[in-house]
């Protein structure tokens, strides 16, 4: 057994040499056509590191040829099957710019889109590429706006927004947490103007409450009248909009104490 394993091993090895050895005179070769040939086979075989070494070398001498459309497409696409999604996004952008009319400008401004949609973070780090993917998409739909992918294009867009949508709220909660009163009243107010249809919308009003309350007992006599109001104010929203909430039972004695303040100014 070790016997036959040794000389499959060993098999396998030369076979790996032999092909390394016709790849390498490939790529030294100037037959154009058997290259081009090649890199498409290697394509086809999901053996994209050689398909893109082969495509690059063949890029200036197939420029302006259907033959360098093609290479230019399959570039990019190789990329985004290795996923380099950076890269492949800025040679999906280089194909459209070459190729504005060609039938694949479409797929390649779509597929850059989703290069960052790819590698968009979670929603507790930074969201500048989620942020490009939702430019690029929309980008996208205003271009092709009959494309049949439209519908694909916005529902990406509505998850990256909740993903943004997450990610601002914690930061809202973070300094509501880290009792920043300041910050917190301009991110609530903000993230109530941004997302008016939030899930999250009766469980900020409550916080809001909470918020202005705290932050006018923490503020100068001149500014304490205002903030209670505020305070009072983001009660009232909630308890028309959200009757129920079980939030209510919890803050209303705030509410109640807030509002004895305030009568002592009238």
Do not use: W
Not at 96 to 107: C, G, H, L, S, V
Not at 192 to 210: C, F, N, Q, W
């Amino acid at each position: 057994m070790q016997k036959s394993r040794f000389i499959i091993l060993i098999m396998l090895s030369f076979v790996m040499l032999t092909s390394c050895s016709k790849y390498t005179k490939l790529l030294k070769s100037t037959d154009n056509e058997a290259k081009y040939a090649e890199a498409l086979r290697y394509y086809d075989k999901k053996n994209y590191d050689r398909a893109l070494q082969l495509f690059d070398v063949l890029q200036s001498a197939y420029r302006g040829k259907a033959e360098g459309e093609n290479i230019a497409f399959l570039t990019a696409e190789c990329y985004y099957k290795k996923a380099d999604y950076e890269i492949a996004s800025q040679y999906y952008k280089r194909y459209a710019a070459n190729y504005p009319y060609a039938f694949r400008t479409e797929n390649a401004i779509f597929n850059s889109a989703m290069c960052y949609y790819n590698i968009s973070p979670g929603a507790s780090l930074d969201q500048t590429d989620t942020k490009t993917a939702i430019t690029e998409f929309q980008n996208f739909i205003d271009l092709f706006p009959k494309s049949e992918l439209v519908d694909v294009a916005n529902g990406k867009i509505d998850t990256l927004r909740m993903k943004l949508e997450e990610k601002d709220y914690r930061n809202c909660m973070l300094y509501y947490k880290m009792e920043e009163y300041q910050a917190a009243t301009t991110s609530f107010e903000t993230f109530m103007k941004d997302y008016p249809g939030t899930a999250h919308r009766e469980e900020i009003l409550a916080y809001m409450v909470v918020n202005y309350y705290r932050y006018a007992e923490k503020s100068v006599d001149a500014k304490k009248r205002e903030r209670y109001e505020l305070a009072v104010e983001k009660f009232n929203t909630l308890s028309y909009i959200f009757p129920e909430s079980s939030f209510i039972p919890d803050i209303e004695p705030i509410v109640n104490e807030i509002r004895e303040k305030l009568s002592k100014y009238n």
